[in-house]
Nanobody, 117 residues
């Protein structure tokens, strides 16, 4: 099982980025996928979740509708579209996959997002 995040980078405030979480070695469509983020000195926080098989979606309340999570099973990829980015969104973003509650959680290596002028 491998997860690889991509799409991070430097963006100005108000800009957008789309992160990708590509899975290999397993059927990503069968897993609950979460996006998390972490800044130095802080705990990792949950950003968004998409469940399997129903694709129920939840977001952190603080995102105020700026982020959208989606899944493309054919491409074995989950996306996080981030709009109206703020400096406070600067973090390393990680995706995780879990088959069901209590089973092994798989993590990607993370991708850095920096929002700065």
């Amino acid at each position: 099982v491998q997860l690889v995040e991509s799409g991070g980078g430097l963006v100005q405030p108000g800009g957008s980025l789309r992160l990708s979480c590509a899975g290999s070695g397993f059927s990503l469509s069968n897993y609950h996928i979460r996006w998390h983020r972490q800044t130095p000195g802080k705990e990792r926080e949950l950003v968004a979740l998409i469940t399997s098989p129903t694709d129920n979606i939840n977001y952190a309340d603080s995102l105020k509708g700026r982020f959208t999570i989606s899944r493309d099973n054919a491409k074995r990829t989950v996306y996080l579209q981030m709009n109206s980015l703020e400096p406070e969104d600067t973090a390393v973003y990680y995706c995780s996959a879990v088959f069901r509650a209590g089973s092994t959680v798989y993590w990607g290596q993370g991708t850095q997002v920096t929002v700065s002028s």
